[in-house]
């Protein structure tokens, strides 16, 4: 069952008349700050354009040297947002994190205090690790729950790990650490497992150091989930959505305010994905089984013009649980029910298939049984 969602314009209300103008207020603060920062380069020196050229330039450089697909993804921000879709709403960060760059402000917590009380210049941070460059960065180790055997069925992981939900942790965003979107993950597993015995594997390595070539990364660990669990139906790649209020990120189910579930479907229309349509069938059928166990929960099926990795296997699915403007208590009560409507999908899938079974094999046995009648024949017919 495929659901489209239509949405009508409506008059604008009290409260989105002081948000558009609040929107509209901070995007002229942007102009402004930007343009208070240009003529500051070009009053400080001679030669301002040559040295705003040269400072973007190496910042640029500073933060993608390693990594070729990363520079270009720095320098054209727009070109990772084919692949996230909970952010493209949010352009501003690509700015505002250009403007820092090219101005050498720390944008960091502690660097905006500095700037707003100068005397915090003076104090030293002490037990901070410092990176240098060029020190090589450790890699966070995989941890995958479950055996490594060919009957894990569920692969679980998440491309943006710091998404966090901002009404538990005060964020959006837990920057280099795991977020809310990983406590769901696990919530959605521990179901999987406790209650209904199916295996598992779930990985909360963190991708999203350079949140531009997050899926670079995840890319790494669902080829790893693929090669080792041949017998898997499905993989999950967990995120939260981003841009609603907080009453526009809750629905009721049986009674219970919980975050709404999206799933988010890649496709070919821009990088070769012949087989997209088999993911979309299968979120469609858990889609479908949400509907019957938790109706309301599941806000449908949307198609994408990104591939998020669901090329590698015919059960991924992008899923988007709640927004940044939900609690994690919220987010938790939805993947427990995700996990629920997935469990009784799996047990009806693998009906399905050992039904097919016997038939497949009768077909196999009529054919060799054919075969071997054949050979006969010709061996008579050699023989006179």
């Not at 050229?53 to 084919?82: G, H």
């Not at 403007?99 to 100068?118: E, K, M, Y």
């Not at 460059?133 to 710091?162: F, M």
Request: charged share 25%; hydrophobic share 40%; glycine share 6%.
């Amino acid at each position: 069952m495929v659901r489209h969602i239509h949405y009508k314009k409506q008059a604008p209300q009290g409260g989105d008349l002081i948000l558009a103008r609040k929107r509209k207020a901070s995007l002229y603060w942007i102009i402004i700050l930007s343009l208070i920062v240009f003529y500051g380069l070009w009053q400080n020196t001679t030669v301002g354009t040559q040295r705003l050229l040269n400072v973007s330039v190496k910042w640029l450089v500073s933060q993608a040297l390693q990594d070729p697909r990363a520079m270009i993804l720095t320098s054209m921000p727009a070109l990772a947002w084919q692949d996230t879709p909970e952010e493209m709403e949010s352009p501003s960060r690509a700015l505002v994190s250009w403007l820092a760059g090219v101005t050498r402000i720390d944008s960091t917590p502690a660097g905006i205090l500095a700037v707003q009380i100068p005397f915090l210049r003076q104090v030293q941070t002490m037990g901070l690790p410092v990176i240098k460059v060029g020190q090589e960065v450790p890699v966070q180790k995989t941890i995958e729950v479950g055996d490594e055997d060919k009957d894990v069925l569920v692969g679980i992981y998440n491309t943006h790990t710091g998404e966090t939900y901002s009404r538990t942790d005060g964020t959006d965003r837990l920057e280099g650490q795991r977020g809310g979107v990983v406590k769901v993950a696990q919530a959605v597993q521990e179901v999987l497992e406790k209650e209904y015995s199916f295996r598992v594997t779930r990985s909360d390595t963190i991708h999203d150091t350079r949140y531009a070539t997050s899926y670079l990364e995840s890319e790494k660990t669902a080829k790893e989930m693929v090669a080792n669990h041949t017998k898997m139906i499905t993989m999950l790649d967990i995120h939260r959505d981003a841009g609603r209020s907080h009453q526009d990120s809750l629905v009721t189910v049986k009674g219970q305010q919980v975050a709404p579930i999206l799933f988010i479907i890649g496709s070919d229309a821009r990088r070769p994905f012949p087989n997209w349509k088999q993911n979309y069938a299968f979120a469609c059928r858990l889609a479908a089984k949400m509907d019957e166990l938790y109706p309301g929960l599941c806000l449908g099926v949307r198609v994408k013009e990104g591939r998020y990795n669901q090329q590698l296997h015919p059960g991924a699915i992008l899923v988007e649980v709640g927004t940044d403007n939900n609690s994690l208590e919220e987010a938790v009560a939805s993947g427990k029910m995700l996990a629920e409507a997935l469990a009784k999908l799996l047990e009806e899938e693998i009906e399905v298939k050992k039904a097919s079974q016997p038939i497949e094999e009768k077909q196999e046995n009529n054919l060799e049984q054919k075969e071997f009648e054949d050979e006969g024949k010709d061996q008579m017919v050699e023989n006179v």
